[in-house]
């Protein structure tokens, strides 16, 4: 076990490397000039273009500024954005937003997500297992911004059962509805995927044999059934956080939350390079640790990769 | 008493079903058994009907409509509503804020989501494809390079690094876009295919190419190719309507597609505004974008239910 | 079914124990199973009977509908697909087809277990062996989670598991395939059952393993003095440890004899065939017997006698007649204890 936490551990290096590097290259090196575009439409004076460029330290080779805000981070810094204000700053405000909105959806997608997957799975055929299952298709095939929209031109402007925008990103109870928008498309991948291998779970032979042992319904579903149906419902789940706080931008923007997806859209918008640096870096890292925190997880839940 | 053995029996659907397969009747191969099973599918009929009536629409729009979709006329149809009666007219769905046919849009719109969808679908499989073959069929170092790779790319959301590299483009068109889409939306099917290549390499019909004097490449193309070819086709037709819905959204944030690219994303993404007042124009192109998205993974699931024996 | 009021008429090997009534009885079982293509017929009017003590061999090919009789029994058939349109399931006495739900769970396991054949799937991966033998002393006796597990060891080491108290937490993935199956039966034989059916107990194992296995199974059943159906395609396995034998074909028995009468004299040509094809040290350089053809669609069984278009000897009263479960006798007439023979032509077979 203890070997298997260290290789993972050893691979998330390069991962993390390649990630940001591919991030920085991206917004640094392609066209499109971040400090000319700091001037809007106007012509900017070359001098001053020059100074900031230094000032950035966007005159030196790429590799050069790569490594010295990577050795920043091991600091804290993360650099300064073009408008002046640190950029940890900046994400020390977005991220507990995002976090908060996240977390209530992830929390969503797990209770709503395994409990119909279950239900679905168990009684596959049925009419709630159909029903289900048409809306899961419905919510998949519909553009998440559409649902934000309609969601809130319906709650928010013709029935007015909540603000049409969050104005306090503090309030769980404004927050509900955009999490369970943002939620609406991964807490479908859940309910399927749990009916899935539930239902390919209920004709395995080691069910068969639970039966034959004269096990209570009950405890054939809740011990023999659960566990091994939810092993991969876990691990899509962990990725999934990771994801849904990256994948906030349309939400936050429809419902003007004021979190990581919106800043982070702003500063594609603006050519803000090392706001986005700084924010998909982090975004990154959440990504490779929640990942790894599968991978434990699942070895913890199934022998047959613990003992690989 | 020497051993005699019997074809051995397993559960009982699998030997009742196999029973049910021998004797008098000729024997089914596994596709002749999934096209047997799709034939007799409703969805994988509605999703087909579907799916070539908005390629057609996609090929030749004017079969549909004779309204060109840039026509406007502000004064006269400014966000005038929908006469539902008026079937395959201009007005049918009534008209946009710039006073054009959203019915004619609409239909014209099909092109662009369609030519995206089926072009990122192409290159993420064949890119995805080619990683994770390679990467499963040899192992060692290049399997660790590719996953790698894989993971790297992995890192980033579809939306988010679309939207990264796309910002950089100021002129975009459908070809942009699906690059931009390709980039990062290939890491799927290449771990699809990894896992599926790993499985077959073991598998006896493998040892025995080999044992035969096969080379890699006729091994990997004839002998495991075909068997792994069905889970990443059900994959990628599932995908291409989550890379249509997607270029929606690139365009709704403003760096997809843009005018004068008629597409149902920049229409959807200029309608936001005039939702309250005139809902058509957002409702329209967006039932029309989630029709196309919900044919191509209903046909992806059809396709996997039939050619998945262990769910029937 | 004509078939079924005639086997009652061939008379039980051995006198039944006590009360008069056989430990298990089956009765003109009929199961079938509804599908898209069609109803498969899998077993088609099944009459069978064990006692204590007694072991009963069921043989035929896939399909014959030799496990899913074993599963009826057990009540683990998945209902719908499958249906038993008639027939009864005598335990004890009592028809286990009208008992509720709840009894029948109370049954399995505690006076009737299974073996089955793939130890390694029918095991739960995720779930460690003194687990899942504990779990039977927990839900049928409702002891602790530490006298289940106390138990469990004192089971794996009943069915030799060297070093038991330390493999007692390992995972069925850890073990063999013998040593997996020796689980399997451990797990069977824990509530010391009246009835075990095993079905192909030995098939997933290597040959030297199969013996081992196989001879604990008939140790312990002697032991413990219970009824054994072993269900299985082997007929080398069947000559060491069955008392009889009965030979499915399409659904139906076709033949039922003590053990070695069947081996010296079959009396269907479907048996006779079974035996014929198999290799013999005495008969080298000849070339080896195969019954022709193959095993028939369940969807569409061939009318009459259902093996006839395999059967050397087909008349053309074997394609309209259905044969019933016939007594065999000697030439002379007398009974044979035990014997019958589903054939028109089974004087011929036999003494012909």
Redesign the interface.
Known sequence: MGRFVARRLLQMIPVFIGTTLLIFLMVYSLPGDPIKSLFGPKAADPATVARLRHEYGLDKPLLEQYWNYISGLFQGDFGQSFTGRPVADLMSEAFPVTIRLALLAFGFEVIVGIALGVLTGMRRGKFLDQFVLVLTLIVISIPVFVIGYVTQFLLGLKWKVITPTVQDSENLGQLMIPAIVLAALSLAYVIRLTRTTVGENLR???I?????????RK?VVG??LM??SL?PVVTFLGTDLGLLMGGAIVTEGIFNIQGVGFTLFKAIQTSEGPTVVGIVTVLVLVYLLTSLLVDLLYAV????IR?A | ?????????????E???????????KPRSLGQDAWRELR?SWLFWSSGVLLVLFIVMAAFPTLFTGVDPRQADLRGHYLAPPNWSHFFEADWFGYNGQGQSVYARTVHGARASIIVGVCVTLAVTVIGGLVGMLAGYFGGWVDALLSRLTDIFFGIPLLLGALTLLQAFTHRTAWTVSLGLATFGWMQIARVMRGAVITQKQADFVTAARALGAGTGRILFRHILPNVIGPVIVVATIALGGYISTEATLSYLGIGLQDPVVSWGVDISAAQSQLRDAPHVLLVPASFLSLTVLAFILLGDAVRDALDPKLR | MTTMEKTANVPEPRAADGDGTPLLQVRDLHVE?H???GV?K?VNGVNYSVNAGETLAVL?????G???TA?AI?G???MP??RIPQGEILFRGQDMLKMSAEER??????KI??I???AL????????VGYQLG??YR??QGLSKKEAKAKAVELMDRVRIPAAKERVDD?P??FSGGMRQRIMIA?ALALEPDLIIAD?PT?ALD?TVQAQVMDLLAELQREYNMGLILIT?????V?DVADKIAVMYAGRIVETAPVDELYQRPAHPYTRG?LD?????DQKGQELYAIKG???????IPSGCAFNPRCPKAQDICRTETPALAPVTERDGAPLAGRGSACHFWKETIHG
């Open positions: 395995a032979d080691y068969r044999t639970a039966v034959a042992k004269g096990l209570p405890r011990v023999h566990r091994n092993i839940l199934d022998p047959r003992y | 008493m020497p051993e005699k053995t019997l074809p051995h029996e397993t559960t009982v659907p030997a009742v079903s196999t029973a049910m397969k021998s004797g008098a009747g007799g | 199973f599908t898209r293509d498969a899998a035929g090919e896939s399909g014959s030799k496990s899913v599963q057990m683990i058939l998945d697909p499958g769970r109370k049954l399995r396991g505690s277990a299974m089955f054949q793939d799937s029918s095991l739960n991966p995720v779930l460690s779990e039977m839900v049928h995972y993935h850890q797990m192909e098939t040959v395609h082997d007929l080398g396995v000559a079974l094809s198999i290799p013999r040290l193959l095993p028939p669609n369940l969807l569409n």
